[in-house]
C-alpha cells in the first residue's frame, strides 16, 4: 500500500470522526451518520489496499 493511500484513508476515517462527534454534539442525525459512512469508506478502501499487497507478494 503506497504512503498516499494510507494518508487518504486514515483522512477519510478522521474526517468521518469529526462529522460523527459533530453531529451528536449538534442532534444533527443525518451528519452523524454522514460521518459514520466516512469512516466506514476509509476502512473499506484500507482493506482494498491490503488485499492488493497481499496478491502483489
Known sequence: MGA?????NKTDKLKGKVKEA???AQGDEELRHEGKADQTKGDIK???EKIK????S
Open 22 to 24: 459533530a453531529g451528536t
Open 46 to 48: 484500507q482493506a482494498g
Open 53 to 56: 499487497d497481499a496478491f502483489k
Open 4 to 8: 498516499d493511500d494510507k494518508i487518504d
